[in-house]
């Protein structure tokens, strides 16, 4: 079933646990990660990132039609959306909630983008998230804007104050992409956010952070983990493992799948929503995207 991001993260925030948003985009890893999260009656995130091609309004039908048949809830996020044209963009598609991703800039003009989205985007029935703080790459080939600024608590209170949106990106040590080391969570402040802010708090760079810090995070008030990078090396590995080489060829995206199904099934466990699935109705963008 489609389900609104809302109440799914609602959910997860109420019980202590998280869920993955995995970046899946193309047909070969959506039906993948939504049969994943059947077989462990677990809801699930899509996320499509705003670099995707003109093909986003087909593609987000199939992401609906894929949502809608599935046994479990499933909601999906237009991601990383950096500007108002990209921001828009997703809203066209219809996407049930977006990310709206100001975090590079200074607090005033993040509050003002991100407030001035939420309210095109509340009036049809579409869910924000927006980032405080700054997640940046774990490495300098992640563009510009790749240093990191940790949240200030006081400054994410104020922020979804001033601009209503519906879940919130915090930096607590983690990085987008592959980390050269391993990374240091600082779970006081995410004690700390997660007492004071009123919204789900949701970890952007969930790759390599490693099993125990992610599950620790989701017990502590992480609803929402993205992760990217590590499905494509366990895509990877998967066919490095079996070697495609000759005929083996032909099992190109059979293996490619496995790999990615693999860790799929493995983060539904590390982030402890196996079993959290519910019955619903559809949500009211179910009706409007058709
Ligand atoms: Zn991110």
Known sequence: MLVSIKEMLGRAKAEGYGVPA??????VTLRAAIEEAEKASSPIIILVGYYFTDAVNYYCRLIEDFAKAASVPVTAMWDHSGNF???VRGIRAGFPSIMVDRSSLPYAENVAQVAEMVRFAHA???DVEAEIGHVGGADEDMGPNSENALTVPAEAVSFVK???CDCLAVAIGTAHGAYKGVPEIRFDLLKELAEKVPVPLVLHGGSGTGDENISKACRMGITKVNVANELMQASYDALAEYGI???RAYQFW???EKGFRKHVAHLFEVT???GKAWQAKQCLTAKLMK
């Open 22 to 27: 995995v970046s899946a985009g193309n047909e």
């Open 85 to 87: 044209k990209q921001s």
């Open 124 to 126: 049809v029935d579409i």
């Open 162 to 164: 001033e601009t209503d």
């Open 245 to 247: 080489e000759g005929n």
């Open 254 to 256: 059979p293996v490619l």
């Open 272 to 274: 402890g929503c196996a």
